[in-house]
């Protein structure tokens, strides 16, 4: 639960990102191609799922699971959006 999950194309670019439920389970809509999901939680390692080819009216399911960082090898950065000057 809590993971964000991004739909990451052969090329590397990632597509949006939504997060998992409770249960950890998600819906991630995705036009047709070959995908893989990238799912990253705070305190886990980032996992892949392997990649699926989707064709329009297709559906999958992947499965993961995310182990636990190892401690001290993450940390967390704060950006602050400035705002556009108004005149």
Do not use: I, K, M
């Not at 249960?23 to 799922?49: C, I, K, M, N, Q």
Request: charge should be positive; include cysteine; glycine fraction near 12%.
């Amino acid at each position: 639960p809590g993971a964000v999950l991004v739909l990451v194309a052969p090329d590397g670019a990632a597509r949006g990102g939504v997060l998992s439920d409770r249960d950890g389970r998600f819906l991630h809509p995705a036009p047709p191609g070959t995908w893989r999901v990238r799912a990253e939680r705070v305190g886990s390692r980032t996992a892949y799922a392997p990649a699926v080819t989707l064709g329009a009216a297709d559906t999958a399911s992947v499965a993961l699971v995310l182990a636990p960082a190892p401690r001290g090898a993450q940390a967390l950065g704060v950006v602050r959006a400035e705002q556009p000057a108004r005149c």
